[in-house]
């Protein structure tokens, strides 16, 4: 068992008793995520995304909209590793420039949503009464419609866009940071230091911003986390449907609907970006799930 004590983590075991330090305790963390495979996986996927997006002038081979006429739909070669799509584009250089979009929607829409819907949940718990039920019958009226659908909708009404895209997949998003900011701070304006804060005359604005945003933080990242990859597919069906990203952009989601044309003469045009989504999606979850096991412990091994 490990209590806390104020030189840092006292270790109880039968017949010893050890103190942790924070170089020992960062080390056992390590060794957690070395020990989950699923996790590394997962953690080198959005990793090799990030590089492959701050680094894609560097790493990709070509421009990704110079349009080769003379060879279009060329298969996998040497000369082009993905092939080449219906207007002769490098498509790896497509793959790794479209990473740089697919990060940039993830990180501002998972921000927006997230940054929103925990101010509205942290605020709605803390203060409960109208602000509370005025704040949670809205957020159940967003969820009583399919996300994608009310995304598609948003969409269409603002227009096709890659920012109207992103403005619409937040709107989508922001009920869940809502509903758990709102069971975090619940269950945290009871707690005795946030009463002992309350009777000494702090604020609710000290109070919500020094004692339940950073006791929140920790659920908030594990579902932000988990959250990375379903904005990243949710904007690329919407790309595939015409309503995200425009021509030449090179996003993945409108490069598979390029490619659909050509399944049969040119499976490798839909295919590889369409592999690379899944394999983007899959690690971002399977690092979600490794991160709250690793957070929660409650979920330790």
């Known amino acids: 068992m490990v209590t806390a004590t104020e030189g840092g983590l006292r270790e109880l075991a039968p017949g ?24 590394l996986f997962g953690l080198s996927v959005v990793v090799l995304l990030v590089v492959c997006a701050f680094l894609a002038p560097l790493l ?32 790896l250089s497509r793959v790794i420039w479209g990473s740089r979009v ?12 997230g940054t929103t819907g925990f101010a509205l949940g942290a605020a709605a718990g803390y203060f409960r009464g109208f602000f509370d039920h005025t704040i949670m019958r809205g ?5 009583a419609f399919p996300p994608l659908i009310l995304a598609m909708a948003i969409a269409s009404f603002l227009g096709p866009d890659l920012n109207n895209a992103m403005v619409a997949i937040s709107l989508v998003h922001i009920p869940k940071y809502t509903r758990l900011a ?62 995200g990203a425009q021509p030449p952009t090179p996003e993945w989601g409108l490069m598979v609907a390029d490619g659909r044309k050509y399944l049969l003469d040119a499976p490798w045009f839909a295919s590889f970006p369409g592999l690379t989504i899944m394999v983007v999606v899959i690690a971002a979850n399977v690092f979600g799930d490794g991160l709250r096991d690793l957070l929660d412990p409650r979920l330790r091994t």
């Open 102 to 113: 697919s990060l940039q929607i993830g990180l501002i829409v998972v921000g927006l949503a």
């Open 16 to 39: 010893r008793v050890g103190v942790l330090s924070r170089g020992q305790l960062a080390r056992r963390e390590a060794g957690q995520v070395a020990r989950n495979p699923l996790m």
């Open 182 to 243: 709102r069971s975090e701070a619940l269950t945290l304006r009871e707690t005795p230091f946030v009463l002992a804060a309350r009777a000494s005359g702090a604020s609710a604005a000290r109070i919500i911003w020094r004692h339940i945003v950073p006791n929140s933080l920790s659920s908030m990242l594990v579902i932000a986390t988990l959250d990375f990859g379903l904005v990243i597919l949710t904007a690329a069906s919407l790309g595939f449907l015409g309503l």
């Open 139 to 143: 957020v159940d009226i967003v969820l």
């Open 60 to 91: 990709a081979p070509g421009d990704p909209t110079t349009m080769r006429l003379g060879q279009r739909l060329r298969p996998p070669s040497a000369d082009f590793p993905f092939g080449t799509d219906d207007l002769g584009r490098d498509i």
